[in-house]
């Protein structure tokens, strides 16, 4: 890419993973890119989203209501907070609005992906500069195996759980929506994470077409690594062992951005790292506008 065409807002970026980590990657993009795309997990089968994957049959839609908000821009005006909301005390008792919503969409209009598109268009976030897709639409979750070969059933089981050796989606052989591959095969740059190695960024790139798309793109692959470990997933984990957990499920990152000055240490990164201020002043969350500042840099 010349630097004519970074000028013109040109890049086109695909951003990977789940949580509120990727809400962050997705502020962040928006700030350069002249494409962006959201590949988010819908492995998630905790609280309202679990709630809803059991009685609807639907994908997780709480990390997609997420996106979808960060992508539209609107997560602190009143539309935002309102699809944030959840209902205390009713028969509704911790369902978000959102959740709430996007299910009803996807009822109304015949499938998961089309509803997530209405409530984009909804929300004013339209196809010629941004896009949300589920990773899969397919009833998936996680399975897990420990260092010490235990076996783990659930996303919200497998992130409460230490040691964990190899995550795998089941059942196998979920695929993709029309236009996730294609997204990766034309972007300029893929940012995987920050957010749960495990449970957030495997979760989403170990579907079949996403995993096979990741191998074949020649985008530039980053990955941003957390600003530290999380309680039980990823206890004791430094920057090389987030970045070996990826590449041991064959996710190969071409570079990991670390932010400098933290306090999670590197050891033996196997590929080339790249340490930026990504921080907030708390020091526990990732700033959108130093995280876009750093990625615009890497572009290639």
Request: aromatic fraction near 4%; hydrophobic fraction near 45%.
């Amino acid at each position: 890419m010349t630097t004519a065409q970074r000028a013109r807002g040109t890049p086109r970026v695909v951003v990977i993973g789940g949580g509120r980590g990727l809400t962050a990657t997705v502020r962040a993009a928006r700030r350069y890119a002249g494409h962006t795309t959201a590949v988010v997990t819908t492995a998630d089968d905790s609280g309202s989203t679990g709630r809803l994957r059991a009685s609807m049959s639907i994908p997780a839609p709480g990390d997609i209501r997420r996106c979808l908000l960060a992508m539209a821009g609107v997560e602190d005006d009143p539309i935002g907070k309102a699809f944030e909301y959840r209902f205390p005390g009713t028969d509704l008792d911790g369902h978000a609005l959102g959740n709430l919503v996007l299910a009803g969409l996807a009822t109304v209009r015949g499938g998961f992906t089309e509803g997530v598109g209405e409530l984009a268009a909804l929300l004013g976030v339209h196809p010629d500069t941004a896009q949300v897709f589920p990773a899969t639409v397919d009833p998936v979750g996680l399975r897990a195996t420990t260092v010490d070969g235990h076996e783990v059933v659930g996303q919200y089981a497998v992130s409460q759980t230490a040691g964990l050796h190899r995550v795998a989606l089941h059942p196998p052989g979920c695929g993709a929506p029309d236009g996730v591959v294609d997204a990766i095969l034309r972007a300029d740059q893929v940012v995987m994470g920050p957010g749960s190695v495990y449970t957030s960024v495997l979760a989403a790139a170990l579907v079949p077409d996403v995993f096979a798309a990741l191998n074949t793109t020649t985008a530039r692959k980053v990955y941003v690594c957390n600003l530290e470990p999380e309680r039980a997933e990823t206890t004791g984990y430094d920057v090389a062992a987030h970045v070996a957990a990826l590449m041991d499920h064959g996710v190969k990152p071409d570079l990991v951005l670390v932010s400098s000055g933290g306090t999670l240490p590197l050891d033996n990164v196997k590929i080339d790292v790249v340490q930026a201020p990504l921080a907030l002043p708390d020091g526990s969350t990732h700033d959108s506008v130093e995280l876009a500042a750093a990625l615009a840099g890497l572009l290639p």
